[in-house]
């Protein structure tokens, strides 16, 4: 959530560079509409249902039985939220695509708990918009 808040606040500043924020969560399609609402964001949150994108991009992994022990004490059952009963989450990842599908910039962190701060993914599309930019002059 505090992910998703801080992304929301550079929304204006993506917008201002032409490019758009989609969130892709395994959470089922209403967690994602509730925390929209909760958190106001601006932009889509999208299920992936089956963790089926997070696959594709190898970003899966299971939570060790010490680890879903502890969710399933804090009263946390996955399978509530996805769908699923399987203990797998997504790595936390951002990636920078064009209009043409293809992958810019790409933010993995084997580390599920770090994340990138928004203002590094800023940076990395200025840097793209500046490319494109002087591609279109030359």
């Known amino acids: 959530m505090m992910?998703?808040?801080?992304?929301?606040?550079?929304?204006?500043?993506?917008?201002?560079?032409g490019a758009s924020l989609v969130a892709i969560s395994p959470e089922r399609p209403s967690y994602g509409r509730a925390v929209r609402r909760r958190a106001a964001l601006e932009f889509d949150v999208l299920s992936d249902k089956g963790l089926n994108v997070a696959q594709v991009f190898g970003l899966v992994f299971t939570l060790p039985c010490h680890l879903e022990e502890l969710y399933r004490s804090f009263g946390k059952t996955?399978?509530?939220?996805?769908?699923?009963?399987?203990y797998r989450l997504p790595l936390p990842a951002r990636y920078i695509v064009d209009r043409q599908g293809k992958i810019r910039a790409a933010d993995v962190n084997a580390d599920y708990t770090v994340r990138s701060d928004p203002e590094e993914t800023l940076a990395q599309l200025r840097r793209l918009a500046k490319r494109g930019a002087r591609a279109a002059r030359a």
């Open 3 to 17: 992910e998703l808040e801080a992304l929301q606040a550079v929304v204006p500043q993506i917008r201002e560079l």
């Open 78 to 86: 996955l399978d509530k939220f996805h769908g699923e009963p399987a």
